[in-house]
């Protein structure tokens, strides 16, 4: 691909998919479409070059030591790369071919391919992206090539019912921290759920217990859903990355020392990519629920994870009847606050407020905050001349 310029104005490309406007696609499915190509006046390339391709990619940049004695660092570009189809056609002509004079006029090339049955939901991230294109090159001779791209989607659905045995099980994090060296009574905090598996529109009832028997008072404990995202480099050497994305957080209010407390959250799961561990080798999404500690007078931050599994269709025996559903849903959005926020007082069943509509009735994303603390990474240009940024659909 030679350097990028603006496209011609004597050519003219469109390329459109067949019965699928919004080019969401599922594995197994057969993306076909079109290549319109308008030219107005005649043009010489050496080949019409049609490449489909799914793949995925990290990348990151680091300064690491230049030798074991050496104490200067260098910069060092990691990346890694796994192909899941990869299809080239030449409409016309040929890469080491003679140019060909082609005249002006309007053409169309028809196109298709399967998507593998074991091919992972599209993604971008930080460091890195799983994406799917269609890429139109004009090599030309001489020239820089005139190069134009459209992407389209890819979702994975993920039946929590195939795990129902592992993903019904409660699920349960405990830490025991002591303050002063080991000199104070210890505060033990334990969070539990009633399953790892969830769907959209579900609702997490995380129940937590503090038994703060230290002489350090809690000034707040911060409850966070997010996502977790992992991206693995295979050059120059294996690495990681991860990625956290907030979706919510909550606050709860002061715990005193040498007191108990009890706290009950609701957290509604809104629409998101699923949990992805083992169709990609470099790329790969979770969820998790952190549980962060804020003593007064210390710099410990005692911190608890609990593992969510996040699907598409929820687990059957989970089910209940649609009237506890929106309840559920409404008592969630209740307890929602955003980040800004000041740390609220510990909830009762006594003093509840006014639930806002039902889940169903709110924009898709209205309940997240979708608040990523990563470092910025290097961005990637797989979009040529005449196309769009890359934005995969959401969910």
């Known amino acids: 691909m030679g350097k990028k310029e603006k496209p011609s104005r004597h050519i003219k490309c469109e390329i459109r998919f067949d019965n699928n406007p919004l080019a969401i696609y599922r594995p197994g499915d057969a993306v076909t479409g079109f290549v319109e190509l308008t030219l107005l006046k005649n043009k010489k390339f050496r080949g019409i070059c049609l ?3 799914g793949f995925a990619s990290t990348y990151w940049g680091s300064k690491v030591k230049n030798g074991s004695t050496n104490y200067k660092k260098r910069n060092i570009s990691f990346k890694g790369r796994e192909d899941y189809f990869n299809t080239i056609s030449y409409l016309v002509g040929s890469d080491v071919g003679n ?15 399967v998507i593998p049955a ?12 799983i994406r799917y294109m269609i890429q139109l090159t004009l090599e030309r001779p001489w020239k820089h090539d005139i190069v134009n791209t459209a992407p389209f989607t890819v979702r994975v659905d993920s039946d929590l019912n195939l795990l129902a045995e592992t993903l019904s099980l409660p699920t349960k994090a405990e830490t025991v921290s002591c303050f002063y ?27 937590m217990h503090v038994n703060n028997q230290s002489i350090v008072d809690i000034r707040t404990i911060l409850v966070k859903l997010q996502r977790v995202d992992t991206f693995i480099s295979q050059v120059p050497w294996v ?4 990625e956290y994305t907030v979706l919510e957080e909550r606050y709860t209010g002061k715990i005193s020392r040498r007191h108990n407390a009890r706290f009950e959250e609701n957290i509604l799961i809104g629409a998101g990519t699923p949990s992805n561990d083992s169709l990609c080798r470099i790329v790969y999404t979770q969820y998790e629920i952190e549980i962060v500690v804020h003593p007064s007078r210390s710099r410990k931050r005692p911190t608890l994870r609990l593992p969510i599994v996040l699907g598409t269709e929820g687990l059957t025996s989970s089910n209940l009847n649609p009237e506890a559903i929106i309840e559920k849903q409404r ?29 169903t009735d709110l924009p898709q994303n209205s309940v997240s ?24 659909r959401d969910y």
Do not use: W
């Not at 060909?100 to 298709?112: C, D, H, K, N, T």
């Open 118 to 129: 074991n091919a992972p939901a599209s993604m971008e991230g930080t460091f890195g992206h």
């Open 51 to 53: 490449r489909i391709n």
């Open 181 to 207: 060296f080991g000199l104070t009574e210890p505060l033990v905090v334990t969070a539990t759920t009633p399953r790892s598996g969830y769907a959209p529109g579900e609702v997490i009832e995380m129940v």
């Open 369 to 392: 905050t979708f608040q990523s603390y990563s470092l910025e990474g290097p961005a990637e240009n797989e979009c040529a001349k005449g196309s769009e940024p890359y934005t995969p």
């Open 239 to 242: 690495d990681k990355k991860v």
């Open 99 to 113: 140019p060909l004079e082609i005249v002006a006029g309007s053409y169309s090339y028809p196109f298709s391919v």
């Open 331 to 359: 008592l969630a959005m209740a307890d929602f606050r955003p980040p800004s926020a000041p740390p609220a007082q510990m909830a009762t069943s006594e003093a509840m407020a006014i639930p806002p509509p039902p889940y």
